[in-house]
């Protein structure tokens, strides 16, 4: 079971609000739709959608906001693109069926992810698409939750095999912007690790490794040309070992 992140700054402009890159998004589709896996759990990211209402109404992932209307508005962006996913992923006859992780899970002293109709959805031949989204939290009203977070959470729990994370860059970067082959500590690459250069309320890369390093599933971090290399088993990007 192979649980893989399309990146909101692979599959939008991410410098433009709320706007797709259709050109890149098919592509992706169209490698989907090409590959020979059993079990795939598809989540995307906000990129120029739900991080444009975040940094507006100053939610983040720790920062919340008791707001209804802010929540609703991140969460129908997030569910717009969600659409033009689904549309593009079922052009390239991949079987999605969108789930909103809203409705889904909470933060109470950590992360709470039903994944249990994920499951069945796998089991019943469908590709669960799921996303970067707004949370309910204790204590704080809503909060972002990255697609990363729903990433492992779902790998976590469903013990999937394979991660995958598919961004703008070809991997974790050195000084040099060279490829690291490997990640096993958080420390060894902190250095090099930054933000998103667009509005990103997640943490752009320190964030992604941070979250893979915490699963026992080996995951990888690549660009869009190793996708149908990653999807066939072979080393994509950069492996982080958690
Ligand atoms: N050492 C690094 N190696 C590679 N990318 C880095 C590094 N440090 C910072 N980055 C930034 O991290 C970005 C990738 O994170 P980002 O959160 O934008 O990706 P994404 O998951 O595709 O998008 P989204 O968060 O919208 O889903 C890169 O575009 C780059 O600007
Ligand atoms: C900003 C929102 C709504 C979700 C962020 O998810 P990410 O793009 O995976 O970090």
């Known amino acids: 079971m192979i649980v893989l992140k399309l990146g909101g700054s692979v599959i939008t402009e991410k410098d433009e609000r709320e706007t797709v890159d259709l050109d890149s998004l098919a592509r992706l589709a169209g490698v989907l739709g090409q590959a020979d896996v059993d079990d795939l759990v598809i989540v995307h990211g906000a990129g120029s959608f739900g991080h444009y209402y975040a940094d507006e109404h100053g939610v983040s992932t720790t920062d919340g906001t008791r707001d209804a209307r802010a929540v609703r508005e991140i969460h129908d962006s997030m569910t717009r693109l ?85 961004s703008t860059v070809p991997g974790v970067l050195d000084d040099d912007g060279d490829v690291i ?19 990103d309320v997640t943490g752009g890369m320190a964030g992604k490794v941070r979250e893979l390093l915490a699963l026992d599933a080996p995951a990888s971090v690549f660009g869009p040309d190793d996708l149908a290399d990653f999807l066939r088993g072979e080393d994509a990007g950069t492996t982080v070992r958690g």
């Not at 949370?135 to 729990?157: F, H, K, N, P, Y």
């Not at 082959?181 to 509005?199: H, I, K, N, Q, R």
């Open 82 to 166: 969600n659409k033009a996913v689904l549309d593009y992923l079922d052009d390239a006859g991949v079987p999605g069926v969108p789930v909103r992780p809203f409705s889904a899970a909470r933060r109470d002293d950590g992360l709470e992810f039903y994944a249990n109709q994920v499951e069945t959805m796998l089991a019943e031949g469908f590709t669960p698409v799921l996303h970067g989204d707004v949370v309910a939290d204790a204590g704080a009203g809503a909060t972002i939750l990255s697609g990363d977070e729903v990433v492992t959470a779902l790998a976590a729990q469903l013990d999937a095999d394979r991660v995958g994370l598919c």
């Open 181 to 199: 082959p490997a990640v096993d500590a958080y420390d060894d690459v902190a250095a090099v690790l930054g933000g998103s250069e667009d509005t």
